[in-house]
């Protein structure tokens, strides 16, 4: 499974951005999406995540409120709607698939198989 992530920018704070992120394939209803975010010098860290089969999302408390996941089944696509965008949120975007969706572990990059090239997210203040 390839994944193209894309939509990155360069954006001042309290702007917006959305990301997007494609699979090369059908995405089962076992699996799960979701993006990670990784700033320099900063180890890789969860942001939010779809569970394919119920549709329940999940967010990083670092996000909730500003970040909208979302996704169309049809294109096999996944989004992430960046609101009120703080310096803080300056980093690489991947966006991974989990094949098999274990519970409570949706935020560990460990569980996911399958990862993007990464997108850009640069806020400036």
């Known amino acids: 499974v390839q994944l193209q992530a894309s939509g990155g920018g360069l954006v001042q704070a309290g702007g917006s951005l959305r990301l997007t992120c494609t699979a090369s394939?059908?995405?089962?209803?076992?699996?799960?999406l979701s993006w990670f975010r990784q700033a320099p010098g900063k180890e890789r860290e969860f942001v939010a995540a779809?569970?394919?089969?119920?549709?329940?999302?999940h967010y990083a408390d670092s996000v909730k409120g500003r970040l909208t996941a979302s996704r169309d089944n049809a294109k096999n696509t996944m989004y992430l709607q960046m609101n009120s965008l703080k310096p803080e949120d300056t980093a690489i975007y991947y966006c991974?698939?989990?094949?098999?969706?274990?519970?409570?572990?949706?935020?560990?990059?460990?569980?996911?198989?399958?990862w993007g090239q990464g997108t850009l997210v640069t806020v400036s203040s």
């Open positions: 779809i569970r394919w089969g119920t549709g329940s999302i």
């Open positions: 394939r059908r995405i089962g209803l076992s699996g799960g």
């Open positions: 991974a698939l989990d094949p098999v969706w274990t519970v409570g572990y949706y935020y560990a990059p460990d569980q996911y198989a399958y």
